[in-house]
């Protein structure tokens, strides 16, 4: 019931292939591989983190920081300018290792 209500107003092709990244571990390990740039990285913008990934672009880690925001891991940091597009980004900073 929960997790009918959870997806009530998303297109059913995005709640499948949500639960298949969920499933198959693929977001977990965008989190802990986010979480490892942004060790090496602190700071640093979504697109910054994207532009120093070899793996992930900047709207997949957007995502994840969204989702790592909601769980209590990260948090926004300060607004400034990013060093790649030149215009006023948050930044992010990790509050919890997981």
Not at 28 to 57: C, I, N
Not at 62 to 87: E, I, P, W
Request: with cysteine; proline share 2%.
């Amino acid at each position: 019931m929960y997790q009918a209500n959870l997806f009530k107003d998303i297109p059913d092709t995005s709640v499948i292939a949500y639960q298949k990244e969920v499933v198959s571990g693929r977001k977990a390990k965008l989190e802990k591989d986010v979480l490892a740039l942004m060790k090496v990285y602190p700071d640093s913008t979504s697109r910054e983190l994207g532009h120093y990934s070899s793996e992930y672009d900047c709207f997949q880690i957007a995502r994840a920081l969204s989702s790592m925001q909601k769980k209590g891991f990260v948090r926004k940091g300060d607004r400034r300018k990013c060093k790649l597009r030149g215009s006023l980004m948050y930044s992010w900073e990790v509050i919890l290792n997981f």
